[in-house]
């Protein structure tokens, strides 16, 4: 049996003021360390031993590999970063509070900026200090390639190429291996898993640093795919994160 591991981030300071974040690249909160020590601790009681470890360019995924790979004795192990993996583009959102932006737009519409597959929202113009295009570390991202703003779609597109040609590949040899991203990254990579449909992804609401299991055979067909976790507890995450886009985020009326 083979093993990856997808992991979304620890809470973040723009999760916690409940801004639209994409390639903003702001940190974790005291929260968000201590929810990846957590993940990291888990994943060392439930036996699991990494060859190698992804993440992205930015730092909330960084970190949060860094603090559960310590927590698993594991700091050692190669780990490879891609921009490939960030998270989606929000273009002009990036920044905004989702739930003044519902109150804005109404709540359909940020469902469909935040969940949809093909509608990507309103890309930051060329002038804009936040054009990915200005940023050092993607340099050697041809320019076409960077992102002004993303549909889920778009996010799948970019990411495939990484995850079909340089981490499943992997799989051949090596038995467990950790990705570490994003909230929509890794719904665009678990839609590519399990076939969800288009229609369907509008659903899925992953919550932060919560260890997500893929199980493959030998031939490596997906077999089996779970969380770890109270599954009441992670239940209630994932409705929180899906809450994150109405006007009162927090349930009050
Ligand atoms: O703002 C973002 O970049 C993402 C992930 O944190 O949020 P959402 O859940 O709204 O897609």
New binding site residues.
């Given amino acids: 049996m083979k093993r990856i591991v997808l992991l979304r981030h620890g809470e973040?300071t723009?999760?916690k003021d409940n801004?639209?974040?994409?390639w903003t690249d702001v940190d974790l909160t005291e929260k968000g360390i201590a929810d990846a020590n957590q993940a990291g601790t888990l994943l060392k009681e439930k036996g699991f031993h990494f060859d190698k470890a992804y993440t992205s360019f930015l730092k909330r995924a960084v970190k949060t590999l860094n603090c559960v790979l310590d927590k698993m004795d594991q700091d050692w192990i190669p780990v490879e970063k891609s921009w490939r993996l960030n998270?989606?583009h929000?273009g002009v959102l990036?920044g905004l509070n989702?739930s003044e932006t519902a109150s804005k737009y109404g709540e359909e519409q940020v469902l469909i900026w935040?969940?949809s597959f093909n509608v990507a929202p309103k890309a930051l113009s060329e002038d804009d200090p936040r054009n990915p295009k200005t940023d050092t570390r993607y340099k050697e991202v041809p320019d076409k390639d960077l992102p002004r703003t993303e549909s889920l779609k778009e996010t799948v597109e970019r990411i495939l190429p990484y995850w079909k040609c340089i981490i499943f590949p992997n799989l051949a040899t090596a038995n467990e291996l950790l990705v570490v991203a994003?909230?929509?990254s890794l719904r665009g990579i678990i839609k590519y898993l399990k076939h969800i449909p288009d229609e369907e992804i509008v659903g899925l609401?992953l919550p932060t640093a919560i260890p997500y299991v893929f199980e493959f055979d030998d031939d490596l067909n997906l077999k089996k795919d779970y969380f770890l976790g109270d599954p009441e507890e992670i239940k209630k995450l994932m409705e929180a994160?899906a809450d994150?886009?109405k006007t009162t985020p927090d349930g009050r009326k």
């Fill in positions: 973040s723009w999760n801004r639209f974040t994409g998270e989606k929000y990036q989702k935040r969940r994003h909230g929509n609401n994160v994150q886009g």
